[in-house]
């Protein structure tokens, strides 16, 4: 009895000694810009021109899977249920990975040259297009909002100006917008065909966005800012920032 | 028109056309962002370590796993913060892995390139995190900044393997893109 009140003395102990406990089975969370990502038991990875699958059932030992050729000028990859989405600088393809180490590619929506992030919720794409010398596009600067139910037939059902969008990420019925230079952006799109502001933040500078469990986590030149969206408004947390 | 005059209106006509049809090859830009690439030796690249906090300088891409925040220093590695707080996220460790830029994590396993390597790194302890793994060549060997419509000084692989491009001050830089 003394014995078994040591160990648990001792397991007790162990487990204090271990600040905040061990990563959780499962994936995290990465941003829009992302080009390593995690599905299940593949890991993703886009290069500029393809998309190579890791096979890590045993999480230790990535496997080599399917080099897919994409196209020219790929830059993020987020995943969606059984779908990729690959921004690339001229459009959105879509890959089913209903067999995780084939990516089918099964839709593409093209638009002008462009650096070009997306995200996907329910439905719908977002995209945003944003011009800038490293983008091959001087003007147009743009969130357009895609319908992929019938993969066959991509719908753009909205296309809405924006300042210099960087990265975004969605959440229910919230769109965040990093808009670099300009600011930082939350939009409605409760109705997916109608978005609508809620906020815009021009007093920060905003790359990429991840919003989780009403916390948006925001990157910019001063560092990582974080902010509570309980109430739909931003409410500044904290920012750990960049030493000059 | 007198045939003699014909044939050489016609040839002047041809020339004139094919300055029409022939692509002018790009002008090198003249403007622009200019790169130079940071070399390391090629020993030196594979070295991962886990360090203490280090201050955020140049902060990349991020990543949320349970209550931890990952934050890429740009070429050089990640930060590893306690976020259970959001209010005051507390910086734990800096994992150093040269020329990295990207990373993903499936349970306690980070993977991150490294150069030219994957590496999987277990970060069950962000104190001591090791390598459980490395793809040696598995990312292609990066002969240009990602950016495009700049300039850059040529890669010299004599110099080393190129771990990051850092923006310079450099007169009449030979390549571009």
């Known amino acids: ?244 | 028109m007198h045939v003699y005059l014909r044939i050489p209106s016609l040839l002047l006509v041809w020339l004139l056309m094919d300055g029409c049809w022939r692509p002018a090859p790009p002008e090198p830009p003249t403007s622009g962002d200019i790169y130079r690439p940071v070399y390391a030796p090629a020993a030196a690249i594979r070295i991962v370590q886990t360090l203490p906090p280090q201050p955020l300088q140049n902060a990349g891409k991020i990543y949320i796993k349970d209550q931890y925040l990952f934050i890429n220093e740009v070429g050089r590695g990640i930060h590893v913060v306690d976020n259970r707080n959001p209010a005051k996220p507390m910086q734990l460790s800096f994992i150093s892995i040269p020329g990295n830029q990207e990373l993903a994590i499936k349970d306690s396993i980070l993977y991150a390139d490294n150069v030219l390597d994957l590496v999987a790194l277990n970060v069950a302890n962000p104190a001591n995190v090791r390598v459980v793994r490395r793809i040696e060549n598995a990312f292609p060997y990066a002969s240009y900044p990602l950016a495009t419509n700049v300039r850059f000084e040529c890669p010299d692989p004599t110099r080393g393997v190129i771990v990051r491009w850092e923006k310079a001050a450099i007169d009449n830089p030979q390549c571009f893109r």
């Open chain 1, 1 to 244: 009895m003394y014995r078994l009140l040591l160990i648990f003395s001792l397991l007790f102990l162990l487990s204090c000694t271990k600040d905040g406990g061990s990563p959780t089975p499962g994936t995290g969370i990465g941003g829009s810009t992302a080009r390593f990502t995690v599905s299940g038991n593949t890991l993703y990875i886009v290069g500029s021109t393809s998309l190579q699958a890791f096979d890590i059932t045993n999480s230790s030992n990535p496997v080599p899977g399917a080099k897919t050729t994409v196209g020219v000028g790929v830059e993020t990859i987020f995943p969606y249920r059984d779908k990729l989405f690959v921004g690339t600088q001229t459009g959105m393809f879509i890959y089913d990975i209903t067999q995780p180490a084939n990516p089918k590619q099964v839709s593409v929506y093209t638009h002008i040259q462009s650096c070009d992030p997306v995200v996907a919720q329910g439905n719908y794409a977002y995209v945003t297009l944003r011009s800038g010398t490293n983008c091959r596009n001087r003007t147009a600067n743009s969130l357009d909002v895609v319908d992929f139910s019938d993969l066959n037939n991509l719908k753009q059902i909205g296309s809405y100006p924006m300042k210099n969008p960087h990265g975004l990420g969605v959440d229910g019925k919230l769109l965040f917008v990093g808009e670099g230079e300009y600011g930082l952006r939350v939009l409605d799109i409760s109705n997916p065909a109608v978005v609508l502001p809620i906020q815009y933040v021009d007093s920060v500078k905003a790359y990429d966005v991840i919003p989780y469990q009403n916390r948006l986590i925001v990157t910019s030149p001063a560092g990582i800012s974080q902010y509570s969206y309980a109430t739909n408004q931003l409410t500044h947390l904290s920012t750990l920032p960049v030493q000059p």
